[in-house]
């Protein structure tokens, strides 16, 4: 090939390799820079926004922030800007993980715990969705995004059941969160003040912790005023195995089958542990089975997600069940699983 076939095919594949730019660019606002902090913890938590950008009108009805370098924070008062796909927290919201597993919630109206299906025993929230706002919704080497959460709860996160509908977090008047890291556990203190739902307002404050061994969490839910109706459950799916069981002080709900995001043919297990002293009843609500507590002061409860591509992980119904049972064991003679 001559110098001039050289030139013309080397810029060519430079006006190519830039296009693609442009065109990544344009799918991923406001990835220009990112700050990536590695953890050595066994467990690890963490909320991630921008900074050094601005908040601009969006092509949707509400605002986008545009521009900025990501940074881990310890704590954050949510922005009444912020609502879902606004570009200002790294996937949404805060993650959790150990070896086995990981979880976010989306922290704005939608209050979703998802879950992170991981191929890897090692940390990576820190860099997930540094790649491109939402990249982890596509299959990677670490693993990816596995839930479809929808208009449901997700998996064990948290809402209030009148009248048949499960009300999230549409109406609260300021949202703020605390990440605090130690060697046994990993926990996103969220306050929600002026949580408006059908015949009441009240402030809440949920724990939500996770430990470096297990792929459980628990959430320890603190309403200001004891209300009727709140509630937890797994987004419910059609023709997925539902499983439920009760022992002498605790009993759990759970999900297991084809029900994960990756398109490869893979089981997906979820769980929510509860109280029998603290619940009223369970049932299906529109979205979600659900697990409804008794008005109380203090709500304690465990959620869990077992993906069946996870690295030495449960890889059947029998397998996920006897995992369950042998929780609801510990829990029926100790009290805690942490």
């Known amino acids: 090939m001559n110098t001039l076939k050289i030139t013309v095919v080397l ?21 220009e820079k990112v700050e990536t902090v590695v953890s050595s913890k066994p467990v690890y938590a963490e909320i991630s926004i921008k900074e050094g950008g601005q908040w601009q009108d969006g ?21 009444e800007e912020h609502t879902d796909h606004t570009w200002y927290i790294r996937y949404e919201g ?13 922290l704005d109206w939608r ?15 820190p860099y997930v969705g540094q790649d ?33 509908t499960t009300h999230h977090f549409n109406v609260v008047a300021n949202t703020s969160a605390q990440v605090e890291n130690t060697d046994n556990e990993a926990r996103v203190t969220i306050n929600y003040k002026g949580w408006e739902t059908p015949g009441a307002t009240i402030d809440l404050q949920s724990e939500l912790s996770m430990y470096p061994e297990g792929r459980y969490m628990k959430a320890v839910l603190k309403p200001s005023e004891k209300v009727e109706g709140l509630c937890t459950g797994i987004v419910k799916f059609d023709n997925i195995d539902f499983l439920q069981k009760e022992g002498e002080q605790w009993g759990y709900i759970a999900t297991y089958g084809k029900q994960s995001l990756s398109g490869n043919d893979d089981d997906l297990g979820m769980a929510v542990f509860y109280k029998l002293s603290e619940t009223a009843e369970t049932t ?47 829990l029926d003679s100790e009290g805690k699983l942490e």
């Open 11 to 31: 810029s060519l594949l430079a006006l190519i390799s830039c296009k693609d730019k442009e065109k990544k660019e344009e799918k991923e606002p406001g990835t």
């Open 132 to 164: 491109g706002f939402d990249s982890y919704h596509e299959p990677a080497d670490w693993g990816m995004d596995v839930l479809k959460v929808a208009q449901g709860l997700g998996v064990g996160s948290y809402g209030r059941q009148v009248e048949g």
């Open 94 to 106: 805060p993650g959790w993980e150990n070896k086995n597993v990981g979880y976010r919630l989306y």
């Open 111 to 125: 209050n979703a715990i998802d879950v992170w299906g991981k191929k890897v025993d090692s940390l990576v929230l």
């Open 59 to 79: 092509p949707r009805d509400h605002k986008e922030y545009v521009g900025g370098t990501f940074k881990n924070v310890n704590s954050l008062e949510v922005p």
């Open 284 to 330: 299906k609500g529109e979205h979600d089975h659900l697990v409804i507590f008794k008005p109380a002061d203090t709500v304690t409860y465990y959620l869990l997600a077992a993906w069946d591509q996870e690295k030495d992980g449960i890889t059947t119904r029998e397998g996920f069940t006897t995992h369950l049972n042998e929780l609801l064991t510990q």
